[in-house]
């Protein structure tokens, strides 16, 4: 058994231990085989049922992929001083801890699809993820949002999964705390694309997700319509104007995506782009939506929004973002 699951593991979608280009590459050449992904999640737990709606979306996509694996961590920065105080051991808390985390998985019904759950300390939680992508042999991290679906709130991410979208050393799908398994579309993996180099990543990420879904794929590409035109121009000139940047829109991305080899539906969205981008992906039923990180630093988000935050901090569905093949400055 141990030597047949050696050999599957050489078909997986990511080379364990390689970095990050050769990573892509893998997936490029998971999407030619067509067959299960073989992947390592990296599913982030806590106690304080945000972890949820990861759990669950785990759960579906085991019934999906079958060759997708889960190891469940919970990363904890420091003990509560309120133990400290009472002098509690800390390997009492660690099994205090790993107990309650357990529990979480049981309530989800999703125990089993999970070869470990671990408890690792880290001086900032998405440290601690990070580093158990290499310890854990993950290739993907799935954690939960603070805000639930449709919930209007000033802190929507949270500060690990914040961070997480400019560190995390892999596909990073940020999930609704309140999401179900039958709020999960049963359409296609839609990917957000500015046609940019920094979404080629993304792009061949959820290819190999559509893939090992058996989903569609679909490109959505956003166009920023002046509103400006729609003030001075006659209706007729309007739909016009509309209509040439749809097929312009269209055009560019289908080029694009054949220039990487990939054939997919386009979809063109115009208006506000994040809101439009994650509402065409509701209409489509989709399952997932991906899109690439910019990797901006603290200094450039002031000026400039991203995208990829944004769309998992307000998405009702689970979101992918997948960083650029060059690593970070």
């Known amino acids: 058994m141990a030597a047949q699951d050696g050999g599957v593991r050489k078909k997986c979608?990511?080379?364990?231990?390689?970095?990050?280009?050769?990573?892509?590459?893998?997936?490029?050449?998971?999407?030619?085989?067509?067959?299960?992904?073989?992947?390592?999640?990296?599913?982030?737990?806590?106690?304080?049922?945000?972890?949820?709606?990861?759990?669950?979306?785990?759960?579906?996509?085991?019934?999906?992929?079958?060759?997708?694996?889960?190891?469940?961590?919970?990363?904890?920065?420091?003990?509560?001083?309120?133990?400290?105080?009472?002098?509690?051991?800390?390997?009492?808390?660690?099994?205090?801890?790993l107990a309650a985390t357990e529990r979480e998985l049981a309530k989800a019904g999703a125990r089993e699809i999970f070869e470990d759950v671990a408890l690792v300390r880290a001086v900032r939680a998405e440290d601690g993820l990070n580093e158990s992508l290499a310890a854990k042999g993950g290739e993907g991290l799935i954690v939960g949002r603070?805000?639930?679906?449709?919930?209007?709130?000033?802190?929507?991410?949270?500060?690990?999964?914040?961070?997480?979208?400019?560190?995390?050393?892999?596909?990073?799908i940020v999930v609704p705390p309140d999401l179900l398994p039958q709020d999960i579309g049963a359409g296609p993996v839609v990917v957000a694309t500015d046609v940019a180099d920094d979404s080629v990543a993304a792009l061949r990420f959820a290819q190999a997700m559509a893939q090992a879904l058996g989903r569609e794929l679909v490109l959505a590409y956003g166009v920023a319509v002046p509103s400006v035109l729609e003030k001075y121009l006659p209706s007729d000139a309007w739909d016009g104007a509309q209509r040439a940047i749809n097929a312009d829109g269209e055009a560019a991305s289908r080029a694009w995506a054949a220039r990487h080899g990939v054939k997919a539906r386009t979809l063109v969205v115009a208006g506000p782009l994040v809101r439009g981008l994650w509402s065409a992906a509701v209409r489509e039923q989709a399952c997932l939506l991906v899109c690439g990180s910019r990797r901006l630093s603290l200094v450039e988000r002031i000026f400039t929004s991203s995208v990829g935050s944004e769309l998992a901090a307000s998405a009702p569905l689970a979101v992918a973002v997948v960083p650029p093949s060059a690593p970070a400055e």
């Open 13 to 97: 979608a990511y080379a364990r231990g390689a970095g990050r280009d050769a990573m892509l590459a893998a997936v490029a050449t998971m999407a030619a085989l067509q067959q299960e992904t073989c992947m390592r999640w990296i599913v982030g737990l806590d106690l304080e049922g945000l972890s949820q709606g990861a759990i669950h979306f785990a759960r579906w996509l085991h019934t999906q992929d079958r060759g997708a694996r889960f190891v469940g961590v919970h990363a904890v920065e420091a003990y509560p001083a309120a133990l400290r105080e009472i002098d509690v051991a800390p390997e009492v808390f660690q099994d205090w801890a």
């Open 146 to 172: 603070k805000a639930g679906r449709g919930q209007e709130a000033l802190v929507r991410l949270g500060r690990v999964v914040r961070r997480l979208i400019r560190e995390a050393n892999g596909p990073l």
